[in-house]
């Protein structure tokens, strides 16, 4: 049992690896297609056909793809990333708006749990009470809200019909900490609310599926009252489903949240790919395409050990 | 268990909608001098800033957009289904394909788009490609947990038994007996790639500009929230209601189960 899993993580780790050596080299394969635009990008468009294979082959475009992929892949891991369209150095705008995107995303995260676990205990109490049908049409309704109409409403309602925060823009946490926190609460609040609904449906769910166990109907049998059972019995195994949620959540927080900071004109991962995408601007998109590559493949690296690590510990909590 | 009677509500609301986006669509000229009018009988949603009737290109939008969106689904089932059953055989052809489902499983559809419309054009192909790729391994992933299950019941051994090929048995027996759990998954790939277009087409990166997409009017409304706010809000009811319907759809054949 024991050998199984741990072959079966390695198996799985290994999928992982593999996948991103295959996202890699596509990545770098689709951006080198447009190579050759960019000479003309740099040269202009009448240029001669002379100058414009110079600069192909003083980029190295003239090598075999191979040793060029290598060439990529020692870039990107040295974190030399060369220059945007406008001159500016990629890692150091990289860096500054990763940490913004970082920042919403832990908030973001931290939020939801709080929302999320209080909500679906409270709301497991009774099943089919006002309590668990409230909160599964309030969920029905947020997830069919778009996002940016999600964080308009709510620059609307906190920002302009109640000034609590700016509508826009942001504020460095070494500037001020306070002004940090107010500039990234609503873009925060707004993923929030979208994380959390996804969270309690799920959690909701399991608990219930736990609730009708044999050893839960044990318990209650054994006199422990419904709420007792919940919290010491239900609960544990409950939560492993929110394991893999999470590392799905830290996946889509590094990038999908692009909308939500254009919304909050919020300087972000998102925005800046966003941006880099009008301005075609392909090297800077490279980078974080394969970014976040990256990241989503430690998070799903890191979820599935838990997840081995819990259903190592104990058999029934792996189900 | 599948609550009919939700079933067939939703889905009256959902072909409700979709009638009254036909009946409503058209093309709508530029024409300056009827800029941002207030509702009216002639336009009942009201002139964008161009001068164009809002409810008609709102409604030929959210046929663009429910046009792609099936299409991305029919593609996403039929490429799911197909890498689920190659998943079952054996060796090497097994390995590829979770192989193949997890690399697309990393993806996240708005990245993605945005990083194939800088290196090619924007476009429906660049929509089309992107949410395609990362939802086939969801259909992948049910579908295949469900063929694991049945293939051990007894009518597919006796089917094979009998001397049935395994493409005979995959058509015949096991794919009618998953048509709920794949339906089900179907339908919220729908409503998520039409989220996820009309994010991309808000972006920037979505639908071309010159045809109408709600995405698109969203972000022409957007400097004008304060002022005309209603540029921003029926456009979002809008695709709201057309998401609620799938959920509810959703919900209906997923009861209690």
């Given amino acids: 049992m024991q050998g199984g899993l741990r072959v079966k993580l390695l198996r799985e780790i290994l999928l992982v690896a593999l996948s991103l050596i295959i996202i890699s080299f596509a990545v770098f394969f689709l951006s080198s297609l447009s190579s050759g635009n960019i000479s003309y990008y740099v040269l202009g468009d009448n240029a001669r056909e002379e100058d414009v294979l110079k600069l192909s082959s003083s980029l190295g475009y003239d090598e075999p793809i191979l040793s060029r992929y290598i060439v990529f892949l020692r870039n990107f891991f040295t974190l030399n990333w060369g220059r945007t369209i406008n001159g ?113 449906r799920v959690l909701k769910r399991s608990l219930s599926d736990q609730m009708h166990k044999s050893y839960v109907l044990g318990s209650l049998a054994r006199g422990k009252s419904r709420k007792r059972v919940i919290l010491t019995d239900a609960f544990a195994p409950a939560s492993v ?45 490279t980078i974080i395409m394969m970014i976040v590559s990256l990241a989503v493949a430690l998070s799903m690296i890191v979820a599935r050990i838990i997840i081995y690590a819990i259903s190592a510990k104990g058999g029934e909590y792996g189900r | ?87 079952d055989r054996k060796g090497i052809v097994s390995s ?3 192989l193949v489902s997890n690399t697309m499983k990393s993806l996240n559809p708005i990245i993605l788009a945005l990083f194939l419309s800088s290196v090619f054009r924007p476009g429906f192909m660049v929509i089309f490609i992107s949410i395609s790729i990362s939802h086939i391994p969801d259909i992948a992933r049910t579908a295949y947990s469900r063929i694991t299950i049945i293939k051990k019941e007894e009518f597919v051994l006796y ?52 045809l109408p997409s709600i995405g698109g009017m969203l972000s022409e409304g957007r400097p004008l929230l304060l002022s005309h706010p209603s540029l921003v809000l029926i456009p979002s009811a809008v695709l709201f209601l057309i998401s609620l319907a799938l959920h509810l759809m959703h919900d209906a054949l997923d009861f209690d189960s």
Avoid at chain 1, 95 to 101: F, G, I, K, L
Avoid at chain 1, 108 to 121: G, K
Avoid at chain 2, 57 to 73: K, M, P, V
């Fill in chain 1, 241 to 285: 489903s929110l394991i893999a949620l999470f590392s799905q959540s830290i996946a889509s927080l590094i990038a999908g949240s692009a909308v939500t900071e254009t919304v909050f004109a919020v300087p972000g991962l998102g925005s800046l790919a966003v941006s880099a995408c009008l301005q075609r601007d392909v090297s800077v998109i």
């Fill in chain 1, 88 to 200: 500016y150095d990629i890692r150091a705008l990289i860096a500054q708006r990763a940490s913004v995107t970082v920042e919403i995303m832990i908030i973001t995260l931290v939020l939801s749990l709080l929302v999320s676990i209080p909500v679906s205990l409270f709301c497991i109490r009774k099943e089919k009470g006002f309590a668990d049908r409230f909160s599964d049409a309030l969920i029905l309704i947020i997830f069919s809200l778009p996002s940016f109409f999600l964080a308009i409403i709510l620059m609307l309602c906190f920002s302009i019909y109640i000034p609590l925060f700016p509508s826009s823009g942001f504020i460095s946490m070494r500037t001020s900490v306070i002004g940090n926190i107010r500039t990234l609460f609503l873009p925060s609040l707004s993923l929030t609310l979208m994380h959390s609904a996804l969270y309690i």
């Fill in chain 2, 1 to 87: 268990m599948v609550d009919k009677r939700k079933l067939i509500a939703s889905s009256a609301f959902f072909f409700s909608l979709l009638l009254f986006f036909f009946l409503t669509a058209g093309i709508s000229e530029v024409d300056m001098d009827s800029s941002l009018f207030p509702p009216s009988l002639s336009h009942p949603f009201g002139t964008d800033i161009y001068g164009r009737d809002v409810l008609s290109r709102l409604s030929f939008g959210s046929l663009i957009s429910i046009a792609l969106s099936s299409l991305i689904t029919v593609t996403t089932t039929i490429v799911g289904l197909l890498i689920a059953f190659l998943m």
């Fill in chain 2, 159 to 210: 089917a094979k038994a009998e001397g049935m090929g395994d493409l005979e048995i995959a058509v015949r027996h096991i794919i009618p007996q998953m048509r709920k759990e794949v339906l089900t998954q179907s339908i919220s790939i729908f409503s998520s790639s039409i989220l996820t277009e009309s994010a991309l087409s808000f972006l920037g990166a979505g639908i071309p500009v010159l």
């Fill in chain 2, 96 to 98: 590829l394909s979770f």
